[in-house]
């Protein structure tokens, strides 16, 4: 599974590659947001909240009928709306264990961390912590 965990940080990272400034790449992020699907307002509760995120960002992960971790997420900021979207490229079909164990390389190579306000760096972490989390329950979960 590696692999396809591989692949999707590379296409992610060529998404970025087109763009030499970061203008452009928080261009390319706020587009990632609005492409979106917006949570219905029912599914934004608190317990689906993740912690340590200047913005508010709601975060739900089940099992679907193949073992693997079906996210839906929502920001309140466009930016941020964008960089859950694009975490979702990432992690979201995956099996339990590559969500958990996954070494996110991406975020380096794009540079997307050194690009952040602090505020929203630790954000981005705390959302990578949450979904690696969740991984993490959904393999106990689905381990006889």
Known sequence: ???????????????????DDWSDRYEHLIELGKELPALAEADKVEEALIRGCQSRVWLHAALDADGKVRFRADADA???????????????????????????????????QAHLSPTRAN??????????????????????
């Open 123 to 144: 954000g981005l972490e705390a959302m990578v912590r949450a979904m690696k989390l969740y991984g993490v329950a959904l393999q106990a979960r689905a381990t006889p």
């Open 1 to 19: 599974m590696t692999s396809e965990l591989d692949a999707r940080q590379t296409a992610v990272a060529e998404g970025f590659g087109f763009f």
């Open 78 to 112: 466009l930016i941020t709306r964008g960089i859950v979207a694009m975490l979702l490229q990432v992690l979201d079909g995956l099996p339990p264990a590559a969500v958990a164990g996954a070494d996110l390389w991406f975020l380096e190579r794009i540079g997307l």
